[in-house]
């Protein structure tokens, strides 16, 4: 028994150990690991809302959904590696996540030029709206010269060819908004829905009036209701203090447990770094993204794991000192302290569950890490933490029950 | 060796070096309460909160410059582009704090470049730029409103099955106390809330209510072993003092998370570890001195006007 269970113990305590060595690369790989919210790596948050149209008609989930889909297309241009671009239809908004990204100027630049591109005849009615455009290019034209090149979709190249059929020699209005952006003249029938607006002095200007036709090409105009813009030093900067912080506080707590716990203290060490590889591992699994707050909730939780421990210890002190052996102490002790500690988890998961729910960027992310954290000590302190201290016990029915902190003459 | 017995009320008495009746003093816990709750509810009243952008919505600025700039320049910079608003310096003169109304692009862009024309260049990768429209505030406030709402009567539905009303009561009554700490003091001093300052009040709810909980199960389970001429005041404190050890080593072991994250987690998680701190505190105050109090008042007056009709039946 008592050489069997210090082999175990052994066993695992390498297990663990190499468990650590073996998560750290794929946790912290910048690619694959653990997706760092844009306040540790800088990038920007944009919310934009869809404003009403002018014309009173409502704002369909169709629109949200054209507009987010021609949003991710932009975003995906920029090239950031884990864009996120989600839409929200009871707020009509678009909420667009651009962590890591290099220019975040740039990139703002490109996302906020949202407003609606309609085409018009020389009365002012609105014949094309912008949805039917597929594209815009800039670039150098067959004459020479500078144009844009327009291709539209199939019921807008349709539409295209009967207009321009009907309006030959006559002045297409471009309009941003109620702001005109070019009014060229139709020279041909154009039926197969590709276009060529020309007249530009340079390439860049027709670039440029390109992305705005591109981006023009929102069915609703949005604004941004919302933006965090974080440069990347600072991210950084943020990432390292709270790196530091963490790893702080883990010592401390690490020392604590010792000093005040003895043996069962060097169990709860071990619980504690089982606890934060599961709770980092499903982190990873589910691309919870770490933001600032979650690092905090992160590292709160952990507090909270340790409590279980004491909990526990505490409890196996007053079985032992009421007359039990150690070894029916601590079973009764875990019994007794897991209801305990299923009252308390639940109400708080219950906190964790609502702000979830009700909660928005960062305190979503908060919330989450919480709720993980919650649930990782419950299963730690079930599964790994019962058995370890099992098979400590176990080594020896007359261990000292000073290394549980209960001494002789309590007892 | 003795055989063995549930611990005593004397034992449990002997085994603590600092014990003292906590429940026979509970009206002095009562006024400590109210001595720092008080002036923090009249501070609400009177001046309210250090609102930031997050709720009042604006666009707030935090730049670094590369040499040392003066709060005129910085001023005269933004009234030059027809903007005003308050500016903080930090960093010997270098870290710059902006906050205004919420900027069109245009009219960031237009601000960022007069301060760089006029005041000097900066560091672009250390920009950090919070916009936040009117809207989004009056909905982060709303939101966070009824989480509070819903959690708590969540909490006090679970309570109420796994204890008794009372105990969801006293709990509650101890957590809004803890509330009140945090929301009171950061009203009284003015630091500035945002966003993160919601979360750190809903897991000051958690940690609060969680700690309530453990000497709530004692007692719970103290109360199913009382005799019929077993004191309540007696049991009650009994078992606060049995899970004293538990109560403030937990506490010490949060509140050293807590401190890492306050003394080494830079700037901006600052306010938000200190509302945790406080509340985390309190949360543990209130659970030792306050939620068992309340609780053992409410069952003496429902015990006392019980007894007073069987009076009257007899009389």
Known sequence: MRRGNIIKLVALVLLVAAAVALSIKPLVDPGKGIPLGLDLRGGVHLVLQAEPNKNGAAITRDDIDKAKAIIEKRVNDLGVSEPIVQSDYDKKRIVIDLAGVTDPDKAVDILKTTAKLTFRDPQGNVVIQGDDLKDAKGGQGQNGGYVVNLSFSTTGAQKFADLTTKLIGQRLGVYLDDKLLTNPTVNTPILNGQAEITGYGTLEEAANHAVLMRSGSLPVSMTIAEKRQVGASLGVDSLNKSIYAGAYGLIFIFGFMLVFYRLPGVVADFSLIVYSLIVLWVFWMFRVVLTLPGIAGFILSIGMAVDFNIIIYERVKEEIRAGKSLRAGVESGFSRAFITVIDAHVTTLIAAVTLYYFGTGSIKGFALTLGVGILASLFTAITFTRLVLRWTVGISPKMNTTWFGVRRDDV | ?315
């Open chain 2, 1 to 315: 060796m003795k055989t063995g017995h549930p611990a005593t009320y004397d034992e449990v008495k002997k085994i603590h070096p600092l014990y003292f009746n906590i429940v026979k003093k509970r009206y002095w816990w009562f006024v400590i309460s109210l001595i720092v709750v008080i002036p923090g509810i009249i501070s609400l009243f009177m001046q309210g909160l250090n609102l930031g952008i997050d709720f009042k919505g604006g666009t707030m600025l935090d730049m670094t410059f590369n040499k040392q700039v003066s709060q005129a320049a910085i001023t005269d910079t933004m009234k030059s582009v027809g903007l005003e608003g308050p500016v903080q310096l930090s960093n010997g003169g270098t870290s710059v704090l902006i906050r205004t109304e919420a900027l069109e692009e245009a009219k960031r862009n237009e601000l960022l470049g007069a301060l760089q024309s006029k005041v000097g260049e900066y560091n672009k990768a250390s920009l950090k730029e919070d916009k936040v429209g009117p809207a989004m505030g009056q909905e982060l406030t709303r939101n966070a409103f009824w989480a509070l709402l819903i959690a708590m009567g969540l909490m006090i539905g679970y309570i109420t099955i796994r204890f008794q009303f009372s105990f969801a009561i006293s709990g509650i009554i101890a957590l809004l106390h803890d509330v009140l700490v945090v929301v009171g003091l950061f009203s009284l001093f003015q630091w500035e809330v945002d966003s993160t300052f919601v979360a750190a009040i809903l897991t000051v709810f958690g940690y609060s209510i969680n700690d309530t909980v453990i000497i709530f199960d004692r007692i719970r389970e103290n109360e199913g072993k009382l005799k019929r001429l077993d004191s309540y005041e007696d049991m009650v404190d009994k078992s606060v003092w049995q899970t004293m050890r538990r109560s403030i080593n937990t506490v010490i072991t949060v509140l050293i998370a807590l401190f890492s994250i306050f003394i080494l987690g830079g700037e901006s998680t600052r306010l938000f570890s200190l509302a945790m701190l406080i509340g985390v505190f309190s949360g543990a105050y209130s659970s030792i001195f306050i939620a068992s109090q309340i609780l053992l008042e409410i069952k003496i007056r429902t015990k006392k006007s019980r007894k007073g009709g069987k009076a009257v039946r007899a009389s």
